[in-house]
């Protein structure tokens, strides 16, 4: 199955602050989504983005699908920010999970 | 309303016990999954339902297995538990058979001791 790898592991940003976070899947892909996972668990559905460009207020995504590549753009970050950010891969109907990378924004 | 709802939040149980864990979605999607998320927060696929096919992650034991008594309801079942079990899963659904738009339940913290 597809491997999806994401960068960096692990991010730490003053609050205001921008960042990028970087998935790379191995195959083609027609399903790659975004999830945040909060402090207290909760899995939050960010993008459904199989190619180009999503924007949702001071999040955005891109998927390059020929480089099999996704970036997740945050800005002006706040602590609400804070949680893991998983992107994900087809595996069938199913999904197949990076490592995730884990943001702490300070105030 | 909860889309996605799990109990129970919390389950403690000891070594060898049979478990349950239940799973409700009012969406009406067609599709529910169960995840695992171990300590290091990776999250692992386990099972795919819809009303017509019963896809496995060939890496699950079979002391797991899903049950499903109607289309909103996926519950999961484990037995003879192993201290291994211990992570936290997560129960999803989605509209169709795509894997598109999931929506995830909150998650029960198994541990087993």
């Known amino acids: 199955g597809i491997q999806v790898e994401q960068s960096p592991p692990d991010l730490i940003l003053q609050e205001g602050a921008n960042s990028t976070l970087r998935c790379n899947f191995s195959?083609?892909?027609?399903?790659l989504q975004w999830f945040h996972q909060n402090p207290w668990g909760q899995l939050i559905n960010l993008f459904y983005?199989?190619?180009g460009t999503k924007q949702n207020g001071r999040l955005s995504a891109t998927t390059v699908a020929t480089e099999r590549y996704s970036l997740l753009y945050i800005s002006s970050s706040q602590t609400t920010d804070s949680g893991v950010y998983f992107c994900?891969?087809?595996?069938?109907?199913?999904?197949?999970f990076g490592g995730g990378t884990r943001l702490m924004v300070k105030p | 309303d909860t889309a996605v709802s799990q109990t129970p939040k919390y389950l403690v149980t000891q070594m060898g016990n049979d478990k349950s864990i239940k799973c409700e979605q009012n969406?009406?999607?067609?599709?529910m999954y169960w995840y695992k998320q171990d300590s290091k927060k990776f999250l692992k696929i386990m099972f795919s339902?819809?009303?017509?096919?019963?896809?496995i992650n060939e890496t699950v034991p079979n002391r797991f297995s899903p049950k499903s008594p109607d289309k909103a309801h996926l519950n999961l079942h484990i037995n003879s538990l192993e201290l291994g079990d211990s992570a936290v899963y997560f129960c999803?659904?989605?509209?169709?058979?795509?894997?598109?738009?999931?929506?995830f339940g909150s998650g029960t913290r198994l541990t087993v001791v």
């Open positions: 994900a891969g087809p595996r069938g109907n199913m999904l197949t």
């Open positions: 339902y819809n009303n017509k096919e019963l896809i």
């Open positions: 983005i199989p190619s």
């Open positions: 999803a659904s989605s509209p169709g058979w795509t894997g598109i738009g999931y929506t």
């Open positions: 195959d083609s892909v027609n399903n």
């Open positions: 969406l009406g999607h067609d599709t």
